[in-house]
């Protein structure tokens, strides 16, 4: 009996031991998704407050590249290329750094994205984009460091930089334009070659209009400007449902002529088959 209650007490004790308090960040964090035209940009920082305390100039001295908020670096992420004062910045992660002035900023987007904090030494080759933002005074203090996005239309934003009676804004140029007017002219020029080729594949594999699948494969050839061996390849098998015995040796030919060029074995396999199969070797 007095075993299994020292069993019991060490266990409650061990429990007691392992148990965690949980308590509120200083410095909570927060993550903002924001689509910009056609763009997805993802901010993730951490908001330290001022809590009596004099921020720029003080706790954020002016002159020296600052994390831009608490705890880890704060990071962006956009999904397609964006621009940052003419400079391209392709998809990925970046931590954004600044040095704060009293009347501009200078705003780093670093391809580090793992520090805590500031970089232990700062390399200049990992800047892949800076730019300098104007100060503009706010008439009331902001407590809480705050990060947000303003001023979005199709093709830009701002970020947002607030806090106590500053606020900063990091223009960001999206590819809006040339992303849609490259939708535009491929929908207005009508299916490509590629697109028939999906439709003409599909239509085999699915069993529906093989006479379909036979004119839309002929236009994904035609169009092409260098048809491949597997594009020939799907021209013969769809000539053949078709019954064009033919028309599907002529493309089985052409294949396997393609496919010992490219040394690619198993196509050459295939059409040699299918031409025994069809009466042609």
Known sequence: MRTLLLTAFVAILTTGMSAQIKTPQPSPFQKIEQTVGLTDITLEYSRPSMR????????????????TGA???TKITF???????????????????????????EVYFY??????????????????????????????????????????THNAAHLGILWEKTYVGVPIEVMTDKEVSAS???????????????????????????NKAKTWIDKAINSAENPAFWQYRQQSLIYAKAGDK????????????????????????????????????
């Open 52 to 67: 009596g305390r004099t921020i720029m100039g003080g706790l954020v001295p002016y002159g020296k590249i600052w994390r």
């Open 71 to 73: 705890n880890e670096n």
């Open 79 to 105: 999904n397609k290329p964006v621009l940052i004062d003419g400079t391209k910045l392709n998809p990925g992660t970046y931590a954004i750094y600044t040095k704060p002035n009293k009347d501009s900023w």
């Open 111 to 152: 391809s580090d994205a793992n520090n805590w904090g500031n970089p232990q030494k700062w390399d200049e080759s990992k800047v892949a984009a800076k730019t300098t933002a104007k100060v503009y005074p706010m008439p009331m203090d902001i407590e809480t460091f705050t990060m947000s996005f303003d001023e979005i």
């Open 184 to 210: 535009i002219d491929r929908v207005m020029n009508g299916p490509g070659s590629n697109d028939y080729y999906a439709a003409a594949v599909y239509y085999l594999n699915t069993d529906k209009d093989i």
């Open 246 to 281: 033919q028309g599907a040796i002529k493309a089985a030919k052409k294949s396997l002529e393609l496919a010992k060029k490219a040394g690619n074995d198993d196509y050459i396999a295939l059409n040699e088959k299918s031409l025994k199969e069809w009466g042609a070797m």
